[in-house]
């Protein structure tokens, strides 16, 4: 048998040789999640899913793989690590603590198969606050392999349970937008990973995909709340990944860019000596603290955006938290929530600087031109490795979704 090491441990004996590297909208954001990318959440996105009428949650990991990157794997080798708990996270009540959190978790990474086991868990109250193995168990399923057919776990309340490769839904198109905060995203997207990061739904991260987890529970659509994805180092109990919205630190926690005054990025906390520093604390770190613990760096990182000074403190309160809301009674559409088509990136830019220029015939936002299927789960479309094109000799097995 091989001996078990602890991720955290593992990866804090590296951590503090690198920087962070981190690009819209949250791939590679901190030192930890560049050295595990199975811990490293993308993208987080909220919408009410077509197949039950149920919230939907979902987030995405291992990123750019596919791509050729560095550090990357291939498509079929990409999966979920034992080690590690994936939460869904929901506040009901308003005070950022989780009411209700769903936790998976797989076996078998150790076979040569992609196709890995699936346990998922429903917890309330104070179970729901820890980052541990506990709750009800609701569902046992398997992964989807690339290449394979669909592979959907039913949970014991009507829930299902997607996990699997899929093309990467991350999608922007600011191009002809001028703004500070468009220019730190431009910044951020050049941080070395050899990726085009053009301004279409397959450009954004070229050829790109990364393992997909989706979570529906029919009913919950009618409950106003707040979610977040966090991803939580079994062993310790620490949460290794977290994210709510998009981009906050792709965008607003990013190392200095060649040439520019480090003094305009680098942590005001002095606890944190590097930017990759601070944001290992702040993916450690929950919602409820989100203002106290790192309001500060908020605001110099808002001010540093030319965010206008009459609006400074409404912005890093409404995102230091770090949740994507969910209210029922609103028109969908972030920020009250997030589909896989919307170009949150966008939403950001406009919200932080509403005083951008765009081109007047640059018909923004977009939507993803990417082959989503929003009416049938899983939703996204299928791995770039997997989807065929004249030419190519390998066909996507059906069924890609549920019928």
């Not at 995203?185 to 397959?202: C, E, R, V, Y």
């Amino acid at each position: 048998m091989k001996r078990r090491t602890h991720l955290i441990a593992a990866t804090l004996a590296c951590a503090g040789l690198l920087g962070t590297a981190a690009v819209a909208s949250d791939h590679r954001d901190a030192p930890m999640t560049q050295l595990y990318p199975m811990s490293d959440i993308g993208d987080s996105f909220l919408f009410k899913g077509a197949q039950t009428g149920g919230l939907t949650m979902s987030y995405t990991l291992n990123p750019l793989s596919g791509s050729g990157a560095p550090g990357t794997l291939g498509s079929d080798e990409i999966r979920l690590d034992p080690r590690l708990i994936y939460m869904f996270r929901l506040d009901t009540d308003g005070d950022a603590l989780a009411d209700i959190t769903y936790k998976v978790r797989v076996r078998d990474i150790d076979g040569e198969d992609q196709k890995q086991r699936l346990e998922m868990r429903r917890a309330e109250g104070s179970e729901a606050q820890a980052n541990d193995w506990s709750g009800t168990d609701v569902g046992r399923g398997f992964t989807t392999a690339l290449n394979a057919a669909l592979e959907v776990t039913t949970g014991d309340n009507g829930e299902l349970l997607f996990v699997g490769p899929r093309r990467d839904p991350f999608f922007f198109n600011f191009s002809t937008v001028q703004a500070p905060a468009a220019l730190a995203i431009k910044q951020a997207l050049a941080g070395g990973d050899n990726l085009p990061a053009l301004p279409t739904s397959i450009g954004a991260f070229g050829i790109s995909d990364m393992t997909l987890i989706v979570l529906e529970v029919p009913g919950l659509a009618k409950t106003a709340l707040n979610y977040w994805a966090v991803v939580v180092d079994e062993d310790t109990g620490t949460s290794v990944d977290r994210m709510g919205r998009a981009g906050v630190q792709g965008i607003f926690f990013v190392d200095p860019p060649v040439g520019y005054n480090e003094a305009r990025y680098l942590p005001v906390d002095p606890a944190y000596p590097t930017v990759g520093a601070f944001n290992d604390a702040y993916n450690a770190a929950g919602p409820e603290v989100g203002l106290s613990q790192f309001g500060d760096q908020f605001k110099f990182s808002f001010d540093r955006l030319e965010v206008e000074a009459d609006k400074l403190t409404d912005t890093v309160n409404f995102y230091a938290p770090d949740m994507i809301r969910w209210d029922p009674s609103q028109p969908a559409g972030y920020p009250n929530g997030r589909s896989f088509a919307e170009d949150a990136i966008f939403w950001t830019i406009k919200d932080i600087n509403p005083f951008y220029y765009a081109a007047p015939d640059s018909f923004l936002p977009r939507m993803s031109e990417q082959d989503l299927n929003l009416d049938k789960f899983p939703y996204a479309a299928p791995s770039f490795n997997q989807a065929w094109k004249a030419g190519v000799p390998v066909r996507p097995v059906a069924p890609i979704y549920m019928d």
